[in-house]
């Protein structure tokens, strides 16, 4: 198994920045891309960004494209989401996501999955 342990939300004005982190533990020879995905109360679960294992793929949603980059540090199994210029849209509770084989946008492709985060942006 797979444990992933999110860390880094809270509360934040707009136009603020806040860096998530993502800890894996366990079978982590069995991940290989991460992703974040967000949930906002009423909405669906949507794909935020993803990595590739070595780090040299990554992709956006277009709403945060340009303000959220993706990185990883595999040495430390962490995975980390830089989120500037916060938006007040941009609250919700963002999971860390793991799976097997190349980077994806969809959640079900994802094995393993975190507790989640919550990120609050006031305007």
């Known amino acids: 198994q797979v444990q992933l342990v999110e860390s880094g939300g809270g509360l934040v004005q707009a136009g603020g920045s806040l860096r998530l982190s993502c800890a894996a533990s366990?079978?982590?020879?069995?991940?290989?891309?991460m992703g974040w995905f967000r949930q906002a109360p009423g909405n669906e679960r949507e794909f935020v960004a993803t990595?590739?294992?070595?780090?040299?793929?990554?992709y956006y949603a277009d709403s945060v494209k340009g303000r959220f980059t993706i990185s990883r540090d595999n040495a430390k199994n962490t995975v980390y989401l830089q989120m500037n210029s916060l938006k007040p849209e941009d609250t919700a509770v963002y999971y860390c996501?793991?799976?097997?084989?190349?980077?994806?946008?969809?959640?079900?492709?994802?094995?393993?999955w975190g507790q989640g985060t919550q990120v609050t942006v006031s305007s």
């Open positions: 996501a793991g799976k097997r084989g190349g980077t994806s946008a969809t959640s079900g492709l994802y094995n393993f």
């Open positions: 366990g079978r982590t020879f069995s991940v290989n891309a």
């Open positions: 990595i590739s294992w070595d780090g040299g793929l990554t």
